[in-house]
């Protein structure tokens, strides 16, 4: 991450953008591991906002145009947008806590609005590139990276009042295994840079991530990390909504994050998709919390 003291917490209880519950308590779940307790141990002058308000009424939205909960989604990103450019204005660091990846429509909007040229990594097993024509499900959570290109139902994609919030050259995608026809279509249209867990594989994380920092460092103004803790191996992190075998291990991951830390290009982070429900002691939310403090600097010694 970038040299600073002040860092800032924001929890996003959310699950309206997929039908499975549960992940709405993954905030709770990674201050349970011990999240606050670890970042005051690295010396952070911490603010923690809470959660925010999720609006979930009593019987969910119909869904409306292959988009489920499409009204209530908004209605949390905008306010998630805007505490997020609330805490850029102080000059502090933004970790967002998760909730489903639909959170990322909100967060990247309050970014962007900081930042001219706004780079992504996009840590994940999925692409998140469908939209409302070519998702299976309907469910946003596989939306957002294609809505913050601008591509996807204008009420989303205008989220803050402009679009795109990012451009397909200054996305970085690492994890990925599973990928619908649309999006792959869209990746090759766009250009977008991806490394599969052949990449992984094959290069190794080292070279990975090395090549993920040079590439975005001459291209981007700051580096938004979206962190969906699917992108590791369920053996490693079994409590996920959508789990996909042949993932990023844990010990990879780690590797990854502190590579990133030393670099010192992230500027704003976000975890998500941990649910405590599927979940086995906590092991996933405790892997976040390990995740996190490797990224913000914890070292062995």
Same mark, same amino acid.
């Given at each position: 991450m970038k040299k600073t003291d002040k860092l800032s917490i924001i929890g996003v209880p959310m699950d309206l953008g997929q039908k499975r519950r549960g992940v709405d308590m993954g905030p709770s779940a990674m201050r349970y591991g011990g999240l606050i307790e670890e970042l005051q141990d690295l010396g952070f002058t911490l603010r923690d906002y809470g959660n925010i308000s999720i609006n979930r009424s009593v019987k969910r939205d119909a869904k409306e145009e292959n988009l489920e909960n499409l009204h209530e989604v908004i209605h949390a990103n905008e306010e998630l947008r805007a505490l997020v450019v609330e805490i850029q204005e102080e000059d502090s660091f933004p970790l967002i806590l998760g909730g489903d990846h639909s959170i990322s429509i909100g967060s990247i909007a @309050?970014?962007?609005e900081k930042y001219n040229n706004l780079g992504v990594i996009w840590?994940?097993?999925?692409?998140d590139?469908? %939209?409302a024509e070519t998702s299976p499900s309907g469910n946003i959570h596989g939306m957002p990276l294609a809505i913050n290109l601008g591509i996807g139902h204008p009420l989303l994609t205008n989220i803050g009042g402009y679009s795109p919030k990012v451009k397909p050259e200054h996305i970085v995608i690492i994890g990925a295994r599973s990928i619908d026809e649309g999006e792959r279509e869209l990746i090759k249209?766009? @250009?977008?840079?991806?490394? %599969?867990?052949?990449? =992984?594989?094959?290069?190794g994380m080292t070279y990975v991530i090395q090549e993920t920092i040079e590439y975005?460092?001459?291209r981007t103004d700051g580096v938004h990390l979206s962190l969906d803790l699917d992108g590791i191996d369920p053996i490693d992190a079994p409590g996920v909504g959508t789990p996909v075998l042949g993932g990023i291990t844990y010990r990879e991951s780690h590797l990854a994050? #502190? =590579?990133l830390a030393?670099?010192?290009?992230? %500027?704003?982070?976000?975890?998500? #998709?941990?649910?405590?429900?599927?979940?086995h002691k906590n092991q996933t939310a405790d892997v976040a919390v390990a995740l996190i403090t490797s990224l913000l600097g914890k070292k062995l010694l």
């Open positions: @309050g970014l962007s840590f994940d097993a999925h692409v590139l469908n %939209t249209e766009l @250009g977008i840079k991806v490394y %599969t867990m052949h990449e =992984i594989d094959r290069l975005l460092s001459e994050l #502190e =590579i030393e670099a010192e290009i992230i %500027t704003s982070t976000e975890f998500v #998709e941990v649910n405590p429900i599927l979940d």
